[in-house]
């Protein structure tokens, strides 16, 4: 179950996939709320970042199990430097 607080914050942000991996983007904030145990090995997760405004985004996550379990929640709210 902790594996499950770990991917919530590894996952490279949104925001790579349009400016590439080009801005330091540090957590200033995150939650992650376990929802399920899961119920297979294999995990997948989504990520999705609607506005960055004022150098500030945010991320909000999902982990499902392969079974179409929701197993966990996060919002993580991170500040976009670029380098």
């Not at 609607?50 to 392969?66: I, K, N, P, Q, Y």
Request: one cysteine or more.
């Amino acid at each position: 179950m902790l594996s499950l607080f770990l991917i919530a914050d590894s996952i490279p942000p949104a925001i790579f996939l349009t400016r590439g991996p080009t801005a330091w983007v540090p957590t200033i904030e995150l939650s992650t709320n376990i929802r399920n145990m899961p119920a297979t090995e294999w995990l997948r997760f989504v990520l999705r970042t609607r506005f960055v405004t004022c150098g500030l985004l945010e991320a909000d996550g999902e982990v499902w199990d392969d079974a179409g379990n929701l197993v966990s929640i996060s919002r993580q709210i991170a500040q976009v430097r670029n380098m």
